[in-house]
């Protein structure tokens, strides 16, 4: 077996490792060139001819031993396998000399709260291209609507080209990520402006810390997207490698979107503290206006209610209502004050 050449090493913690079946691995091959498109399902190893491109999608991931098959009957590195089985979501790209190994990410917003990221195995190899995803994830869906297509221009190229645009519509799933993020976020700084509730505060706080994983995972797709660029491998068409150029302003904007979503999240979070603050100013101007009202009454009925034995108001046959009297022009008198000034 070929020893392996790594382009670019991620010393980085593994997350996450499978370790149970979350289905049985389904195995579906799919055959084209310029005439003709035909689907199999994996049964034995698939025969890998020139006039055709062959592309195998494992979907329900999971190590039994048709997976392990395929990667013996095709002469993969055992690595390889530990990689796919490996949930770290940290995107890298190998080159094994006769195929090249790509994990990258695919991300979506799930229940407009939480950024569900898939993470995705390409490996190119001459002619095939194989795709990994731990469960049955749409991504795939536009890439065979064009094979579908006997017009489309995907049908007469190589399997370099069908990688390259598996790769691209992986890309484009962060745009439209960012995108719906962007509408909920929108959303989530008018719903605080017009109620700073503790709901809303968790909510934003959610969104900074997927964006902060999300940044983890996308910042090393600029390293892969220059070794992709700089290899000289014979999988890769120079007509392809052209196309790689768009990769990296593609990366570039995600970064920047990124950036934004950041800076938003910010302002709405001192938006949510201004109202918040604003709303507790409010209180305490009621609460104060009110005790500043009551206190010169609380202050005659305090002297009134001293227990000495001469206090000569006390026998007036009137000194009753000229008390509250006195309390009600005090309070009224106070109020226009308070409106004159603009404090209420």
Known sequence: MNPKTSFKTFNNEVHDILTENIGKTEIKIIKYNEESLKKEIFSECPEIKENEITWIKITYLAEDESLKKLIKCLNLNEHVLKNVLTLDYIPDIEDYKNYIYMKLIALNVKNKTRIERTQISIILGDNYVISIHPDNAEICAPVMNRLNVPEHHIRNKGADYLAYTLVDTILDSHIITFKELEGDLSKAAEDIMDEPSNKNFRLIHTYRTELDKIRYNILPLQQIINSMEL????????????????????????????????????????????????????????????????????????????????????GYPLAYPLVLLINFVIIISLLIYFRRRNWI
């Not at 790689?244 to 938006?271: P, Y």
């Open 231 to 314: 290899t000289e491998s014979p999988l890769i068409n120079q007509s392809t490698n052209t196309f790689l150029k768009n990769f990296q302003s593609h990366v570039a904007q995600v970064i920047t979107r990124i950036d934004t979503l950041s800076g938003r999240i910010t302002e709405i979070r001192d938006i949510y503290n201004s109202s918040m603050s604003r709303r507790l100013d409010e209180i305490v101007r009621v609460l104060t206006v009110v005790t500043v009202l009551f206190a010169p009454g609380t202050f005659i009925v305090g002297i009134y209610g001293m227990n000495f034995q001469f206090i000569p108001e006390l």
